[in-house]
């Protein structure tokens, strides 16, 4: 924190203690490609970069003492992009892990997937398994990586888990509430964000927490993902914390 104070003096030391530290931040990264060919560049640069952006972040979320940070990496729609694209990412992927398990381990973060893991590369499925396990105990910060997740086939899963255990007989129709559809959500044990930001100038969540975000607030970037860095984290922590959260009531 006074790394980044040293290197944005307009923010003062009011504004760091007005702060509201929502519990979980969840952020679509977003504009990579866009960042690339505005350069000049392959889509696939724009992913590489994009990654320098994760540490950054991360390291910041874990000086604010954010507990749960949710990043989307890669959407059910994203099979759709051309298969060396598919296929960098994926190979990105397995880099970040073998490049970051030193500092999840030092610095005690949990990771999580939410989504359909098995859809994911044999090799990249075991290093993901295996850095999921060695780091389940870890309470410093929550990091869940949304991966091959869409909301829509999120709730579609949920519903049909639903279904089955009232056609066994283990659950009644009477007994569904908000309670039983968020446990058969990727996200049952995980408070719903409190903000979620998008990056790259998009206004739209594009099926990303259907469920989750009813009461998020969001905050717009129009900063590309590959340039997000704590002063742009810090901006929108600072319009959260000058919102007021009803929840539908009045106060």
Same mark, same amino acid.
């Given at each position: 924190?006074?790394?980044?104070?040293?290197?944005?003096?307009?923010?003062?030391?009011?504004?760091?203690?007005?702060?509201?530290?929502?519990?979980?931040?969840?952020?679509?990264?977003?504009?990579?490609?866009?960042?690339?060919?505005?350069?000049? $560049?392959?889509?696939?640069?724009?992913?590489?970069? +994009? %990654?320098? *952006?994760?540490?950054? &972040?991360? /390291?910041?979320?874990?000086?604010?003492?954010?507990?749960?940070?949710?990043?989307?990496?890669?959407?059910?729609?994203?099979?759709?992009?051309?298969?060396?694209?598919?296929?960098?990412?994926?190979?990105?992927?397995?880099?970040?892990?073998?490049?970051?398990?030193?500092?999840?381990?030092?610095?005690?973060?949990?990771?999580?997937?939410?989504?359909?893991?098995?859809?994911?590369?044999?090799?990249?499925?075991?290093?993901?398994?295996?850095?999921?396990?060695?780091?389940?105990?870890?309470?410093?910060?929550?990091?869940?990586?949304?991966?091959?997740?869409?909301?829509?086939?999120?709730?579609?899963?949920?519903? $049909?888990?639903?279904?089955?255990?009232?056609?066994? +007989? %283990?659950? *009644?129709?009477?007994? &569904?509430? /908000?309670?039983?559809?968020?446990?058969?959500?990727?996200?049952?044990?995980?408070?719903?964000?409190?903000?979620?930001?998008?990056?790259?100038?998009?206004?739209?969540?594009?099926?990303?927490?259907?469920?989750?975000?009813?009461?998020?607030?969001?905050?717009?970037?129009?900063?590309?993902?590959?340039?997000?860095?704590?002063?742009?984290?810090?901006?929108?922590?600072?319009?959260?914390?000058?919102?007021?959260?009803?929840?539908?009531?009045?106060?």
């Amino acid at each position: 924190m006074n790394s980044f104070l040293k290197r944005n003096p307009t923010y003062s030391k009011y504004d760091i203690d007005a702060l509201k530290i929502p519990s979980h931040v969840a952020i679509i990264m977003d504009g990579n490609g866009r960042w690339a060919k505005a350069r000049g $560049k392959r889509r696939i640069h724009g992913h590489a970069q +994009g %990654v320098k *952006s994760i540490r950054a &972040i991360l /390291d910041f979320a874990g000086d604010l003492k954010i507990t749960h940070l949710t990043l989307w990496a890669f959407s059910t729609d994203n099979w759709k992009r051309p298969k060396y694209e598919v296929s960098f990412l994926m190979n990105l992927l397995e880099k970040y892990i073998d490049n970051e398990k030193a500092n999840f381990m030092k610095n005690r973060i949990r990771l999580r997937i939410l989504g359909n893991l098995e859809d994911i590369p044999v090799k990249v499925r075991k290093k993901l398994k295996t850095l999921i396990e060695e780091t389940k105990d870890f309470d410093k910060l929550n990091l869940n990586i949304a991966l091959s997740y869409g909301g829509r086939e999120e709730l579609i899963g949920a519903f $049909k888990n639903i279904s089955d255990k009232i056609v066994s +007989g %283990v659950l *009644s129709r009477d007994e &569904i509430d /908000d309670h039983v559809i968020k446990s058969h959500l990727f996200t049952a044990d995980i408070p719903d964000p409190d903000l979620i930001i998008r990056t790259s100038g998009e206004f739209r969540l594009s099926n990303f927490f259907i469920w989750q975000s009813a009461y998020s607030e969001l905050f717009f970037s129009t900063v590309f993902w590959p340039d997000f860095r704590p002063e742009h984290f810090f901006e929108a922590l600072l319009h959260y914390s000058q919102r007021e959260r009803r929840f539908g009531g009045i106060q």
